[in-house]
């Protein structure tokens, strides 16, 4: 992993700094306690999710032009008008709910409520699953300006709800969240990556030793694989996407769970020439791959494996019943006459811009997929119907 990120990232205020040291104090305990290794997948998730530490725990401004990243609902509404476009047959068959996992600022609940309140197909409730209590009270916010009819809909959750639902649970960059395993492939085998501390008390990437879930992962992995990985060769394994699709499968009753992340296939994830693996890191606008600097304070993220999310839903009762590009779903959910639609030259000219984004190959419209996973048979689902990518799942 490299060291040269700190040297062309922004500096930290005196505050960030003071943060993210006593997340690293709290990361060093738990190293001592462990023996002096921790597995990656751990130090992730005490980076993200650390009580009122992790990035995700602790106030800070992680979206849009001032954030960290820009997440497709936060570049343009016309992203979240086209999946309200899905959702609207959808509920119209199930007459549920719509459940968000991870609502940002609130901006595409807001879009996609808006949207479908113009064709009358507003769900019962939108429900807004948020772990971090800072964005929860900026969503609040946001939504504040929605009209009392809509507002009146929203619910904020701290959990899963405990019965099956009926409608459409959204999920925008949430898998690339969750925490990974780490590996590299000596003498034909994957031996595990983590954390350790140096002769200064500094995190370093370091071999531990060998994980029963993750060699058991390899086997099914290289049994798979259509060559072996090489020599040397970096790259992730989320475990724990199956027991997160298998929860989500528990919530669905019926209707239709609609993930939008960056990701690939399997074939196509660990091909021999992504040698250093999909891991990155958010901060301040910036890309890099150390997630051993300004810990508590960027986002750490892996692309998804897909076709590992197909299985998983397979293993819990859906049906994978689309798969796509982000460009195709949003150019057969009517991407385009969204644009058209505008009231003005100037109005038109700046959605055709935004959906350059979202669309071109070069920016979101190729590395991010759509999804759908299915229970129940629900209506022909639009936003699949220009392309169907599931043959290489």
């Known amino acids: 992993m490299t060291s040269s990120a700190a040297q062309v990232l922004p500096g ?20 001592r306690e462990a023996g002096g290794w921790l597995s990656f997948e751990r ?37 979240s008008r086209c999946v309200a476009h899905q959702c609207a047959p959808l509920l119209r068959a199930t007459g549920g709910d719509i459940l968000e996992l991870g609502a940002g600022t ?154 939008f992340d960056y990701g690939l296939p399997r074939r ?11 891991l990155r890191c958010h901060f301040r606008q910036l890309v890099h791959d150390d997630p051993y600097v300004n810990v508590g304070l960027q986002d750490i993220t892996a692309w998804v494996d897909f076709t590992r999310i197909a299985e998983a839903a397979h293993a819990a009762g859906l049906e994978v019943s689309g798969f796509c590009t982000q460009a195709a779903f949003l150019l057969a959910t009517g991407i385009e006459a969204e644009v058209a639609s505008a009231l003005s030259d100037a109005e038109r000219a700046r959605r055709a811009g935004e959906a350059r984004r979202l669309i071109m190959p070069e920016e979101m419209g190729e590395a991010f997929k759509a999804m759908a996973l299915t229970r129940h048979a629900p209506p022909p689902l639009t936003g699949f119907a220009l392309q169907d990518l599931r043959h290489l799942l």
Not at 12 to 29: K, N, P, W
Not at 268 to 278: F, L, S
């Open 12 to 31: 930290l205020s005196g505050e960030e700094q003071r943060h993210s040291e006593a997340l690293l104090a709290v990361i060093r305990d738990e190293l």
């Open 43 to 79: 130090f992730m998730e005490l980076a993200l999710y650390a009580p009122g530490l992790g990035y995700y725990s602790a106030g800070s401004h992680k979206l849009g032009a001032g954030g960290d990243f820009v997440t497709a609902p936060e570049a343009s509404d016309l992203f």
């Open 106 to 259: 609130g901006r595409m609940a807001a879009a996609v409520l808006t949207a479908l309140a113009e064709v009358d197909q507003l769900p019962a409730r939108y429900a807004i699953l948020e772990v971090s209590a800072d964005l929860a009270e900026r969503q609040r916010s946001h939504l504040a300006r929605l009209p009392q009819p809509l507002r009146a809909r929203l619910e904020w959750l701290t959990q899963l709800p405990q019965a099956p639902m009926r409608g459409v649970v959204l999920a925008n960059e949430v898998a690339d969240a969750l925490p990974c395993r780490r590996f590299v492939v000596r003498q034909g085998e994957a031996r595990e990556l983590g954390v350790a501390l140096d002769g200064a008390g500094a995190l370093r990437e370091a071999q531990g030793p060998p994980a029963p879930p993750l060699t058991q992962e390899w086997r099914r992995l290289s049994a798979a694989l259509e060559a072996p990985l090489p020599e040397g060769y970096v790259s992730e394994a989320c475990l724990r996407a199956d027991a997160w699709i298998a929860s989500l499968a528990e919530v669905l009753g019926e209707g239709a769970l609609l993930l």
């Open 268 to 278: 196509h994830y660990y091909h021999p020439q992504r040698h250093t693996g999909t």
